[in-house]
């Protein structure tokens, strides 16, 4: 399964556990529904709020959510509100046979505060839990379809890491250094073909381009040929050490 596919299961997954939990509790006076109807009222509004969610968090460059987490995600917490808060009072209003009213939204707004709230902190967990890895492609494979986004000075060379820098990359390679504009979520999905591994929220790195690591409060830094330095989040370090990239 590709990133993408992997990440849009990842919502689905969590989207389907808030909506069990949501129709089972009967939030927003939903007990007066049967559980069919219910389960299918929670998943309809928790769908709308993931993805909202989901594309609220690409308006942030990837290196955002290590160094301004709480910017982000307070951000993001606050689209998927606007997006839920006149979703539930029109639900709610047709289902109790009333009209659209301030009464209705002051009502059902405590519910979603605490419903996005608790949403936007498992997608932040869910985000967080491993570094994505790429693989090497099986002989006879076609490349990676990142190395046709290489620019001509750069065609042919061995790439060795690519760092997200506002929305464009900087390409380390055995040829020099380039910025292209891509997002550096969206790159790692072409670099499936290339063994590596995000290592940061603004680093992919080529396993091969590593020469050396330093280690220190509970973080690491990995050395690159081109003698550049790229740093290994806290939430990595754990599984790229369990992956062999670095001793204990």
């Given at each position: 399964?590709?990133?993408?596919?992997?990440?849009?299961?990842?919502?689905?997954?969590?989207?389907?556990?808030?909506?069990?939990?949501?129709?089972?509790?009967?939030?927003?006076?939903?007990?007066?529904?049967?559980?069919?109807?219910r389960?299918?009222?929670?998943?309809?509004?928790?769908?709308?709020?993931?993805?909202?969610?989901?594309?609220?968090?690409?308006?942030?460059?990837?290196?955002?959510?290590?160094?301004?987490?709480?910017?982000?995600?307070?951000?993001?917490?606050?689209?998927?509100?606007?997006a839920?808060?006149?979703?539930?009072?029109i639900?709610?209003?047709?289902?109790?046979?009333?009209?659209?009213?301030?009464?209705?939204?002051?009502?059902?707004?405590?519910?979603?505060?605490?419903?996005?709230?608790?949403?936007?902190?498992?997608?932040?967990?869910?985000?967080?839990?491993?570094p994505?890895?790429?693989?090497?492609?099986?002989?006879?494979?076609?490349?990676?379809?990142?190395?046709?986004?290489?620019p001509?000075s750069?065609?042919?060379?061995?790439?060795?890491?690519?760092?997200?820098?506002?929305?464009?990359?900087?390409?380390?390679?055995?040829?020099?250094?380039?910025?292209?504009?891509?997002?550096?979520?969206?790159?790692?999905?072409?670099?499936?073909?290339?063994?590596?591994?995000?290592?940061?929220?603004?680093w992919?790195?080529?396993?091969a381009?590593?020469?050396?690591?330093?280690?220190?409060?509970?973080?690491?830094?990995?050395t690159?040929?081109?003698?550049?330095?790229?740093?290994?989040?806290?939430?990595?370090?754990?599984?790229?050490?369990?992956?062999?990239?670095?001793?204990?």
């Amino acid at each position: 399964m590709n990133a993408t596919l992997a990440a849009w299961a990842r919502l689905l997954a969590m989207t389907t556990v808030v909506a069990v939990i949501l129709a089972i509790s009967g939030g927003f006076g939903s007990t007066g529904l049967t559980i069919v109807p219910r389960a299918a009222y929670w998943f309809g509004l928790c769908t709308l709020g993931a993805v909202t969610g989901n594309l609220a968090a690409r308006l942030f460059p990837d290196r955002w959510f290590e160094q301004r987490p709480w910017l982000v995600w307070s951000s993001i917490a606050g689209c998927i509100m606007l997006a839920m808060t006149p979703a539930v009072a029109i639900t709610n209003a047709l289902l109790r046979h009333r009209p659209l009213s301030l009464e209705i939204v002051e009502d059902v707004l405590p519910g979603v505060i605490v419903t996005t709230s608790g949403m936007t902190a498992l997608a932040s967990l869910v985000r967080r839990q491993h570094p994505v890895e790429t693989h090497a492609a099986a002989a006879g494979a076609e490349p990676s379809k990142f190395l046709a986004r290489l620019p001509a000075s750069l065609r042919g060379a061995d790439l060795w890491a690519v760092e997200a820098q506002d929305h464009y990359l900087r390409l380390h390679t055995s040829r020099g250094r380039e910025l292209i504009l891509m997002r550096l979520s969206d790159a790692v999905v072409e670099l499936e073909g290339l063994e590596g591994a995000r290592t940061h929220r603004s680093w992919w790195v080529a396993r091969a381009a590593v020469t050396g690591v330093e280690r220190g409060d509970g973080r690491a830094t990995l050395t690159l040929v081109d003698g550049a330095e790229a740093p290994v989040s806290r939430a990595y370090v754990k599984a790229l050490r369990e992956a062999g990239w670095f001793s204990a």
